[in-house]
């Protein structure tokens, strides 16, 4: 597990827990991105530092080495917390661009997952954000991608009897969305332990509006309907599938499906996850932990999953993994060799 960190964040203890619940070698790195730092300071200190003379350069450059004995610092600290007594963590201070120095380093450290916490912060805290290096490694990790939001929820284990853990699947119908299956039940059932995980999968109808006048109302209310209904065969099969998966059935999660119709596909998945509330206003369930989401899909019933995908990591507080199908279909072939 790759878990980058930022010195000054909140998230330590979130990153952590999870790696806590882990019995597996992991790896924490400080991603310092002195470039873009550099950059910064170009644009609002070089007036009071004098930038073409020598001294400038020098502040630079001890600036540069701050940066990194603060980074080491804190890792440091990171790796001797209590959390993370009995666990093996390594840990490394990069120079570099921010997004390409993590992918670099889950390739070469071969990590099943890159856990990373989001800001909402501008100027240089910015590179930290959801818009920027979340985002990009989201897109091009050739593993799953575990975004934890500052200030958000941090999925609870569970004991016996207790509620499941729950993530929220949305699905488009396309192959390609359903690459978020597998990666989201072995995430559910591990931060359930020793209690029980469960899967929500959830399609989003988009109503029809074709034409005016009582005649195409009532149109676009049956092909609605078809939509619904045709949506909740394809989840109920899903299920089906996911039952006759011998990987799956062994870890005991607990199965659901729902439709909902909203015009704004985001935004229905958002509701659902974060309240449980179907577009009947009906409690479904309380409301999700984690929201499971491939970076694209195509083909089959209304296609949505890609941009949406961005808006609902831009706009949910809830974490949310995030799978490229493409990656994880390459990570599978070399694991079958």
């Not at 002195?34 to 400038?56: I, Q, V």
């Not at 099943?112 to 989001?118: A, G, H, P």
């Not at 929820?153 to 299956?181: F, M, N, Q, T, Y």
């Not at 619904?228 to 899903?238: C, F, G, I, S």
Request: proline share 6%; glycine share 8%.
């Amino acid at each position: 597990m790759i878990c980058p960190g930022a010195t000054g964040w909140a998230s330590p203890p979130g990153h952590a827990l999870y790696l806590a619940r882990c019995r597996r070698t992991h790896t924490i790195s400080q991603e310092r991105s002195l470039k873009g730092a550099y950059a910064c300071l170009s644009e609002f200190s070089f007036r009071s530092m004098a930038p073409d003379g020598p001294n400038a350069r020098c502040r630079l450059r001890r600036a540069g080495e701050a940066d990194r004995d603060q980074a080491e610092s804190y890792l440091r600290g990171v790796a001797e917390s209590d959390l993370l007594t009995g666990i093996s963590v390594q840990t490394q201070v990069s120079v570099g661009l921010v997004a390409p120095s993590i992918l670099s380093l889950a390739a070469d450290q071969h990590a099943d997952l890159i856990v990373i916490c989001s800001h909402g912060y501008t100027g240089v805290r910015r590179w930290w954000m959801v818009g920027s290096v979340a985002a990009k490694v989201a897109r091009f990790a050739e593993v799953p991608v575990f975004v934890l939001r500052e200030g958000g929820p941090v999925p609870e284990a569970r004991h016996p009897g207790e509620p499941p853990l729950r993530i929220l699947v949305p699905l488009d119908g396309s192959d390609a969305a359903k690459a978020a299956l597998e990666p989201a039940a072995f995430l559910a059932a591990t931060l359930a332990a020793p209690g029980q995980g469960a899967l929500h999968l959830l399609h989003v109808v988009q109503p029809t509006h074709d034409g005016k006048g009582p005649t195409a109302a009532s149109r676009n209310a049956l092909n609605t309907q078809a939509d619904r209904n045709m949506a909740r065969e394809y989840l109920d099969a899903t299920i089906r599938h996911l039952r006759e998966n011998p990987a799956i059935a062994n870890l005991n999660l607990v199965l659901t499906s729902s439709v909902t119709i909203d015009d704004d596909v985001a935004q229905g998945i958002v509701r659902v996850a974060e309240n449980g509330v179907d577009d009947e206003g009906d409690d479904l369930f309380g409301g999700c932990d984690a929201i499971a989401m491939t970076t694209y899909g195509s083909g089959g019933l209304q296609r949505w999953v890609g941009s949406v995908t961005e808006r609902v990591l831009e706009t949910s507080r809830l974490p949310q993994l995030i799978v490229r199908p493409g990656a994880e279909r390459k990570e599978q072939k070399s694991k079958e060799r």
